[in-house]
Antibody, heavy 125, light 107 residues
Framework: EVQLVESGGGLIQPGGSLRLSCAAS????????MNWVRQVPGKGLEWLSYIRHRGGPGSIHYADSVKGRFTISRDDGANSMFLQMNNLRAEDTAVYFC????????????????WGQGTLVTVSS | DIQMTQSPSTLSASVGDRVTITCRAS??????LAWYQQKPGKAPKVLIYKASILENGVPSRFSGSGSGTDFTLTISSLQPDDFATYYCQQYINYSRTFGQGTKVEIK
């Protein structure tokens, strides 16, 4: 069974930093492209960042709203993905989801076929 | 960035009703469109991909259509388990933008 478990959320002051982790199991993590998506409570979904499997050119992308402040990374040996979030703002308050892309259906970009349960980040003084 | 616009934002319906949600892209996305269902406190779950292909395990009362810029999600006979929020998403480029969501409520 595919499992994605996020951790690292919590209450942080504006300007602070936080590192989210996503532990993956039940599939060959190194073969999959992964993403972070967030959702402000009661609002819609916002794609944040993408990291390709096995690296290479064009292997990382960010939404404009987080570019320069957030850094995505992965450790295939530990079946884990990370999101380093710096210079956090009140508008970054949201539930952050770890998301797996569909593998092998033929398109370069894919839809999302598995989601974690999310971790809540609250940015407030 | 490609903008995705859903309508309506909220929909009130009864069990057994036929329900249609529309999604419009700001530029052509061919058929690179997915639909997700989200229930309160839960992660989204994919229902349909490539505009009209049902994900494994999704009931056949769900269907999708469209290509280019205009898409629809139809629930042929609304069931109690279907009251939720639905999102469309384009995946023609790396910025996988979502629609703002359509909440299906009990009438």
């Amino acid at each position: 069974e595919v499992q994605l478990v996020e951790s690292g959320g919590g209450l942080i002051q504006p300007g602070g930093s936080l590192r989210l982790s996503c532990a993956a199991s039940g599939f060959t993590f190194s073969s999959y492209n992964m993403n972070w998506v967030r959702q402000v409570p009661g609002k819609g979904l916002e794609w944040l960042s993408y990291i390709r499997h096995r690296g290479g050119p064009g292997s990382i992308h960010y939404a404009d709203s987080v570019k320069g402040r957030f850094t995505i990374s992965r450790d295939d040996g530990a079946n884990s993905m990370f999101l380093q979030m710096n210079n956090l703002r009140a508008e970054d308050t949201a539930v952050y989801f770890c998301v797996r892309e569909k593998y092998g259906s033929g398109n370069y970009w894919e839809y999302f076929d598995s989601w974690g349960q999310g971790t809540l980040v609250t940015v407030s003084s | 960035d490609i903008q995705m616009t859903q309508s309506p934002s909220t929909l009130s319906a009864s069990v057994g009703d036929r329900v249609t949600i529309t999604c419009r892209a700001s530029q052509t996305i061919s058929d690179w469109l997915a639909w997700y269902q989200q229930k309160p406190g839960k992660a989204p779950k994919v229902l349909i991909y490539k505009a009209s292909i049902l994900e494994n395990g999704v009931p056949s009362r769900f269907s999708g259509s469209g290509s280019g810029t205009d898409f629809t999600l139809t629930i042929s006979s609304l069931q109690p388990d279907d009251f939720a929020t639905y999102y469309c998403q384009q995946y023609i480029n790396y910025s996988r933008t979502f629609g703002q969501g359509t909440k299906v409520e009990i009438k």
